[in-house]
């Protein structure tokens, strides 16, 4: 280079460096207080994360370290989340630093206090897992699909992801995060963030996710699966032997994303890709980002389950770039994902399918206040959850009495208004947290004062139960199933033919709505005609089975399916529902016989929730 065009260079450097001074941005230090977290955000936090793991199935360990930039308010020291978690060192800045674990709470583990100076920039935790780290589940060939290799998915909320990471586990932290995952060759890892679609040979993978997520949404799959492209963004992970059917089954994610995006603005991820896991999956669905973990009982075959698909994907929003501050605010994720939901189902599927979908959200809200008419506290939206595990007190009423609230909201303010008002919170408030009063503030504001309409915001949040002025739900699909249920009791008969073109969710409906006095002859007959004990659809199997419990039918061995169904599913919602029932019915001991059997496969979350309801005791574990 020669003097002039290097003089020109420094010119050039001064100027930009001139025009734009490096504005070092403004650090807020406004975090709320988190019952759930140790973390100390306002003294000090973490800001990025680089994992860097090894999977070792044969010890059933994950190993490694974690590394963060930090962000320090002058503190001598940070907090971080970890439960049940083998800490062998941690460094500042790359030196061994002091630090201790404090005691250990069942619920939210223990506190590792780090000591930093006022300058520290970075901090590096050395561990290991351990066999109670209930993030994660690691499984045999066996209680996979193709039962070949071992598989393992990790679960993070609500607060599990100081399980298997040393972390700020509250939904306040963002980071942005890079991971090295050393898995056996032959496996592939996929995490929320930027995933491969082939196998490398060697085993490592190397992630990225660049937009600032909570801990709660860290998430890590292996196994040996592979990927399927729907559309340029959109794709499913599986088994090789459920890989097409999975493809085929969310064929219509394209339509979602798009659908998703008309309504409340740009899909802000970049990628939106399923993963069908193994049958112990917890949930339905959760919605890491990028990477939707997902139930395989949701490939039914005719699609007619997606709507769980459509729920993940409405998070990418509600959740994932406007997040609840604390699991007390959950109903802000959950709430307004169903409303969501409805809408892209709506959208994709027409009216008719959301009607009865929303009935659906509906019934299931009144059970769930059945179920809690003594804690009516636990029925208002806004939760006080401190002292609790937020597992277990997030019930039902986050989603349906959430959705019955904005559906309510809709058709008293107008869906044009309501759509417009969604639109702007989800762009204003993109990439942070939310609180409930924050939020109330904001509809006050925007929405209610703007157009002068009042609405019982306050009730709805802050009250038990449903308030007066709730919207009324109908669909006349169900109303037509109602009338052939009725029929059936008064005849005695049910022709087959009236049945024929009934969806999964007329099916659904009519099995739950039995009278109570139903007999066992009577579902005998049902069954014989209508051939539900051998139903494939999960969801029908489930209903179905809930009510041979309820009602003490033991036909066409039942009882062996609904054995094999909780041996084989570990979805949380559908084997509590069955377990409550043998419960319910005064069959505690065979429900322990099946449980006995099933326990072993189920993910900790899973297995928790039905310890508490048989009350189980689990033999005694260390550490
Ligand atoms: N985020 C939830 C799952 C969750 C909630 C995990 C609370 C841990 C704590 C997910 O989006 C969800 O709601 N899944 C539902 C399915 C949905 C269609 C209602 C489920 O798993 O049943
Ligand atoms: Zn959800």
Redesign the pocket.
Known sequence: MNTSKALLYLILFIMASCAQPKEEKEIVYSYVEEPHSYAKPNNAFIKHLNLDIVVDFENEIISGKATYDIENNKSRQIILDSKHLNIESVLADGKETEFSLGINDKYMGQPLTININQDTKEITVVYKTTKNSEAVQWLKPQQTADKSSPFLFT?G??ILTRSWIPIQDSAQIRITYEANVQVPKGLMAVMSAENPTVKTADGLYHFRMNQAIPP?LIALAVGDFSYKAISERTGVYAEKSMLNKSYEEFSDMEKMVSAAEQLYGPYAWGQFDVIVLPPSF??????NPRLTFA?PTVIAGDKSLV??VA??LA?SWS?NLVTNATWND?WL??GF??YF?MRIMEAVYGKERADMLALISRQDLDDELENLKDAPNDTKLKLDLKGRN??DA?NSIA?DKGYLFLRTLEETVGREKLDAFLKTYFKEHAFSTMTTEKFVDYLNTNLLKKNNISFNTDEWINQPGIPKNQAIISSYKFKNVEHILQEYITSGKIDKKVTEDWTPQEWVHFIRNFPRDMTADQMKYLDDTLNLTNSSNSYIQMVWYEQALNHEYHGNNVDAKIEEFLTQVG???YVETLFKAFKRNDRIEDALKVYEKARPSYHS?TAKTIDDLLGYKPDQETN
């Open positions: 679960q909320q609500a709660y917890p949930f339905g669905g959760m919605e139930t709507s769980l729920h993940e998070h959740g959950f994720n959950e994902t169903v939901e937020p597992d997030m989603y979805r949380r919602w979350v």
